[in-house]
């Protein structure tokens, strides 16, 4: 089995080896990279499920995302990233409290990882020995204030997915074993991508998933050409193709952190909040999930777009991917959940203004 953790768990480009391949390269997939920039702007989001066929982008796409987002600034010796040194937790041995800037992490949650590798070793016979918290970070510790991705996400074990569900509610990870216990913040935004033919995800991790987006091949002549081309022109030379696209990754790159200083100061008047409400009582969501991602997700739409204020017509634009994969299963309409949200949109706040 490949354990993608030993060599792209930060998919972070670095000098002497091969840059990904740029996240503004990629032809079409509106959708999925839309979700993506939107959850760089709003981490509360709740983070992005991509399923779809194989070899449209995907793993692609969170490889680009990660060189792409902005540094943050966190004590250079703190395992769990922590923006100052009162943050740290007091486990952590604190060689440097020096505040630099690191790249976004961005790390890979391997298919067949043990429990530990993810929550982290507890050293209970040196911590009994010499009375100190001896504990090996994980994989939880290392995506604290980014992101963690899941390739195959409907093939993780089910102990694993318990446990992120337990992390994902509660932003912390605990490690108890023997009478012993260390804690840490475990916040991150969850990215999961695969192939539904291989199996569905449980719906308690499913709802954990702000943002859902349904990718398949281009079915025009053109785009898959010009897909062939970027990614010949891209393997022939890797740093000359991302030189390239370097002035597009730039503005884009603004443009997120210009939406994160934006963000709080976007107004959503009252009819808009009743427009998520209207929608998603329409659809038979359950619980406010729904409204909240909704909303937030609107929320970003409009800070990216320089917009002051939420519109209606932000909601209809970010409805299918906050509410898609919250529909109940409805046996007697064969529609896709897309073509359900769409309809279910048209009919609750009108058609579209052309």
């Known amino acids: 089995m490949l354990h993608r953790d030993q060599t792209a768990a930060k998919p972070q480009p670095a000098t002497g080896t091969t840059p990904p ?126 992101y963690l991705y899941i390739d195959e996400v409907n093939l993780l074990e089910d102990h694993i997915v318990d446990l992120l569900l337990d992390v994902a509610q509660s932003g912390e990870n605990v490690v108890e074993r023997d009478g012993l216990s260390i804690r840490h913040a475990a916040r991150f935004v969850l990215v999961g991508s695969g192939n539904p033919e291989e199996g569905d995800l449980r719906p308690q991790l499913l709802d954990r998933f702000g943002l ?82 909704l909303l937030r997700a609107a929320r970003a739409l409009a800070a990216s777009e320089a917009a002051s204020t939420v519109t209606r017509d932000h909601i209809r634009r970010i409805a299918g991917l906050a509410l898609g994969h919250r529909l109940r299963r409805d046996p007697l309409d064969e529609a896709g959940a897309t073509d359900r949200v769409a309809r279910a949109v048209t009919e609750t706040l009108g058609a579209a203004k052309s």
């Open 212 to 293: 859902s987006v349904e990718v398949r091949s281009p079915r025009d002549i053109d785009t898959r050409v010009e897909v062939v081309l970027r990614r010949e022109a891209y393997e022939a030379d890797p740093i000359g193709f991302a030189a390239t696209w370097a002035e597009a990754e730039a503005e884009l790159r603004a443009k997120i952190l210009g939406a994160r200083r934006a963000l709080a100061k976007v107004k959503t008047p009252r009819k808009v909040l009743e427009d998520c409400a209207a929608l998603c009582i329409h659809l038979g969501s359950d619980g406010l999930r729904g409204e909240l991602t």
């Open 21 to 146: 391949f740029p996240f503004t390269a990629i032809v079409g997939q509106d959708d999925m990279r839309l979700a993506m920039v939107l959850t760089a702007i709003d981490p509360s989001i709740g983070g992005v499920l991509v399923f779809g066929d194989r070899g449209t982008g995907k793993s692609t796409a969170v490889r680009g995302l990660a060189a792409l987002l902005p540094p943050i600034r966190a004590v250079r010796s703190c395992p769990v990233n922590s923006a100052e040194r009162h943050l740290c937790p007091d486990w952590a041995e604190i060689a440097d409290p020096t505040v630099v800037e690191k790249p976004t992490p961005v790390v890979d949650l391997p298919l067949g990882v043990s429990e530990d590798r993810v929550t982290g070793a507890l050293d209970v016979e040196r911590a009994i020995a010499q009375g100190v918290k001896a504990f090996e970070p994980g994989l939880l510790a290392r995506a604290n204030r980014g």
